[in-house]
């Protein structure tokens, strides 16, 4: 996990200076890890309104001093949180993506029924496939996946299981995700296109699920309340 931790830090401290608005990436990442500027603040001992004031601009741009201790505040709060954000980096990690590809890849310890998968995700079902169960889940950009992976990387998003649930971000009718579902095999027990309402899916979705026998389902839910529920599972 330490070594997690060291690549995290990096890459967020890189960010932050290499932006060419620090302010807004320093603030990104913070909300990233669900901590509010005082809680921050109070993690660096300093006022809340240094926070406010680094991320608003009205302060010179942090140097690289402050970036590393706010970087290590982050961090240092997630752990005493129990890590979850940390262990969600060290996963996605481990299966060799970059984390703006894959926001979480993990298995489960038992199976978990879908509905209790879609309870999490705040999901509508649109078509019911084979199975009635997932041993997992990846939770995908779909724009940086498709663009970004080759088909062998493709597969790697099922993890240590193909039982699982395929779970697309950024969504707009779905049609590029489940085209690019049909090169892959085998498929996945349930996809849920992520920010789009199932009004606005695209006429040939749930077709295309019907075919190849996985559940189809949509949710607007705020992610980050989705990826913090299915830390549960």
């Not at 997992?136 to 088909?151: C, D, F, K, Y």
């Amino acid at each position: 996990m330490s070594d997690a931790r060291e690549e995290l830090s990096r890459r967020i401290a890189g960010e932050i200076t290499l932006s060419d608005d620090p302010g807004a990436t320093l603030r990104k990442w913070r909300t990233d890890f669900d901590v509010s500027q005082t809680e921050l603040a109070d993690q660096l001992g300093v006022s809340s309104s240094v926070v406010s004031d680094y991320e608003s601009g009205r302060r010179e741009s942090p140097g690289i001093g402050v970036v590393r201790r706010t970087v290590d505040g982050l961090l240092d709060i997630d752990e005493q949180r129990g890590g979850g954000r940390l262990r969600q980096y060290a996963r996605v990690l481990s299966a060799g993506f970059e984390s703006d590809i894959v926001h979480d890849l993990r298995e489960y310890a038992t199976t978990v029924p879908l509905e209790t998968f879609y309870e999490a995700m705040g999901a509508t079902e649109i078509v019911r496939g084979d199975q009635d169960h997932v041993n997992g889940h990846t939770v995908i950009n779909s724009i940086e996946a498709i663009t970004r992976l080759s088909s062998e990387e493709f597969y790697r998003l099922y993890g240590q299981s193909t039982n699982r649930a395929l779970v697309f971000t950024k969504v707009t009718r779905g049609e590029s995700p489940l085209v690019a579902l049909r090169v892959v095999s085998p498929t996945p027990n349930a996809v849920v296109l992520h920010g789009i309402e199932d009004g606005d899916l695209w006429d040939h979705a749930a077709d295309l699920a019907r075919v190849d026998g996985f559940s189809l389902a949509t949710s607007t839910r705020d992610l980050d309340d989705c990826l913090a529920d299915l830390q549960s599972l």
